[in-house]
């Protein structure tokens, strides 16, 4: 086994969503482990506050040992940054990554660790000048696609996109 992937997904999304599932097909095809945690009773609350539950519960599910990789989209891509900062991770794989979240006192962070963002043109909940901001402040791998912030037209795009991230971790 490589290593285990953390997929989280979006605030109005679950673990069995396109997008993650989709990541964690590819998880598997290149010896990863995934798990996906189930943030939906958190996400019920609608409470910034529970963002910090949510960092805690996909630190829960990291291995004590070994390499991991965090991944998410939307509030899956916030909360792994953080995660990552607590627990040593091999990289993050964001996907329309907030860098704010209204009522939450803390912008976004992220360990020094490879990274790479998938973000839409038309995103209208997470603007993509913030993503390439946060882009180019990292050095971070930075795909922009013709698609909205749920980037519904591009999950084998997605997909592809995570099998050379992973497959470029040494």
Do not use: N
Not at 7 to 34: D, I, M, N, R
Not at 82 to 110: D, E, K, M, N
């Amino acid at each position: 086994m490589k290593g285990t992937v953390i997929l989280s997904h979006g605030l109005e999304s679950g673990p069995q969503a396109t997008k993650v599932s989709a990541l964690a097909e590819v998880a598997v095809a290149l010896g990863w482990a995934e798990v996906r945690p189930d943030y939906r009773d958190l996400d019920a609350t609608r409470d910034p506050r529970e963002i910090d539950a949510r960092i805690a519960r996909a630190l829960a599910h990291a291995p004590a040992e070994g390499r991991v990789v965090f991944a998410g989209s939307s509030m899956g891509a916030f909360v792994s940054g953080p995660a990552s900062v607590a627990r040593p991770s091999a990289g993050l794989f964001l996907l329309a990554l907030p860098t704010g979240i209204p009522g939450y006192p803390q912008p976004f962070r992220a360990a020094a660790v490879p990274i790479a963002l998938v973000h839409g043109w038309r995103d209208e909940v997470c603007p993509v000048d913030a993503a390439i901001d946060f882009a180019r402040e990292r050095a971070a791998a930075l795909h922009l696609v013709d698609d909205d912030h749920r980037l519904g037209a591009h999950v084998s795009e997605c997909a592809e996109l995570f099998r050379r991230f992973l497959s470029g971790l040494h």
